[in-house]
């Protein structure tokens, strides 16, 4: 099958839980299969860019399909469903419901929120980025401004995350808590992430992050100030912890474990753009 490579963001691998599992690259091959006999209604199984899994056991008969020119789908409660990608306008999540040009498409049972939201993020932007393109981009999210190809990629890895806001919608009373209370002489108009973790939810205590800097709250002492793009640096998650270059630079305990997860693959996806690496 073609479609192997990913398309996803730098440091954004498959997803996977304990109830679903979602995939754009290293497709399971028998899975895919039976996932295309069971809802692909005919659409060409030669080109996958997305398979998101819904059913119990990986048996493959629900789930979402996205292929290079159509989105296939089946819940428990509905037949087999397919819209050519020329066809779609508008994709969003409500819930654990994909909803295309404004009409419920398929509902997950066992796929989190999150995995709906991200999938349904995916799908707009190959949609969308298919549309205004002469030809399709072999990667969703190529876009001519750098900082648009930023503030993309980080929206598309934190889709439906909660308490944490991508520029521009970030809110400005939150930001000047954060930035008094741990970043103090940064610009505003600089920071591109903000991960709340405040009781109140004023974000007091969190992390922010601007190209190449990180910011966080420290836990009963200084604030945190990390570089990003230095070689080598990692970025991971432990429980509600964010580490970065082997320390913990970051406890986002009133996050779910997905959300810190997340946020650390943002993280690591701007490390990669502040180290010159191509984003996409």
């Given at each position: ?135 399709r981009p072999s990667r969703v999210g190529y876009v001519a401004d750098e900082e648009d190809e930023l503030l993309n990629g980080l929206d598309f890895i934190l889709a439906g995350v909660r308490k944490v806001s991508v520029r521009p919608s970030i809110d400005p009373e939150r930001l000047g808590h954060a930035i008094a209370s741990y970043a103090r002489g940064v610009a505003g ?92």
């Amino acid at each position: 099958m073609k479609g192997q490579t990913g398309m996803a963001p730098q440091g954004f691998g498959n997803y996977s839980s304990s109830h679903s599992h979602m995939y754009w690259e290293g497709f399971p091959r028998k899975a895919l299969a039976a996932a295309f006999d069971a809802y692909g209604l005919g659409a060409d199984p030669g080109d996958p860019r997305l398979f998101l899994d819904d059913s119990r056991f990986m048996g493959r008969r629900r789930g979402i399909l996205l292929t290079s020119s159509d989105v296939c789908g089946r819940d428990g409660d509905s037949d087999a469903r397919r819209i050519p990608l020329s066809r779609v306008e508008t994709v969003e999540a409500c819930g654990k419901t994909l909803v295309i040009n404004g009409r419920p498409f398929v509902k997950m049972r066992l796929a989190d929120a999150l995995a709906v939201a991200t999938a349904a993020k995916f799908i707009s932007a190959f949609a969308f980025f298919g549309k205004t393109k002469p030809g399709r981009p072999s990667r969703v999210g190529y876009v001519a401004d750098e900082e648009d190809e930023l503030l993309n990629g980080l929206d598309f890895i934190l889709a439906g995350v909660r308490k944490v806001s991508v520029r521009p919608s970030i809110d400005p009373e939150r930001l000047g808590h954060a930035i008094a209370s741990y970043a103090r002489g940064v610009a505003g108009g600089e920071v591109l992430l903000l991960a709340d973790n405040a009781v109140r939810g004023m974000a007091r205590e969190g992390l922010m992050a601007t190209r190449h800097w990180v910011f966080a709250s420290g836990k009963g002492g200084p604030p945190v100030t990390e570089i990003l793009g230095r070689e080598g640096i990692s970025v991971e998650a432990s429980g509600s912890r964010v580490i970065m270059a082997g320390a913990v630079i970051s406890d986002l305990n009133r996050l779910d474990r997905d959300g810190v997860m997340a946020v650390a693959r943002a993280l690591g996806y701007l490390s990669e753009c502040a180290s010159g690496k191509k984003p996409w």
